[in-house]
Nanobody, 124 residues
Framework: QVQLVESGGGLVQPGGSLRLSCATS????????IGWFRRAPGKEREGPLCISNSDGSTYYADSVKGRFTISRDNAKNTVYLQMNSLKPEDTAVYYC?????????????????WGQGTQVTVSS
């Protein structure tokens, strides 16, 4: 049974940092791409914000480039999202999702498995 479980969300002040984790199980992370998405209150889902491909390559959307870093530890079956210089507009529920392939798609509908999300609130 494939599962993705996000953790690490919380309340942080503007300019602060958080590291989200996406713990995976039920499949071999080495062979699949993982993407991070988010949904802000009252808005459509956004993403992928970033993608970690199985070959180690990454992708970042312009909205997070230079502030967010995606990484993976295949031995721990976990993908991380380091978020720095957070802004109030980064407030959202953050989701990780597994693509069916080793190279992640730019389209959310092609991601087969999703976590339940973790809330990130950026506020003073």
């Amino acid at each position: 049974q494939v599962q993705l479980v996000e953790s690490g969300g919380g309340l942080v002040q503007p300019g602060g940092s958080l590291r989200l984790s996406c713990a995976t199980s039920g499949f071999t992370l080495d062979y699949y791409a993982i993407g991070w998405f988010r949904r802000a209150p009252g808005k459509e889902r956004e993403g992928p914000l970033c993608i970690s491909n199985s070959d180690g390559s990454t992708y970042y959307a312009d909205s997070v480039k230079g502030r967010f870093t995606i990484s993976r530890d295949n031995a721990k079956n976990t993908v991380y999202l380091q978020m720095n210089s957070l802004k109030p507009e980064d407030t959202a529920v953050y989701y990780c999702a597994a693509d069916r392939w080793s190279s992640g798609s730019y389209y959310a509908f092609e991601y087969a498995y999703w976590g339940q999300g973790t809330q990130v609130t950026v506020s003073s």
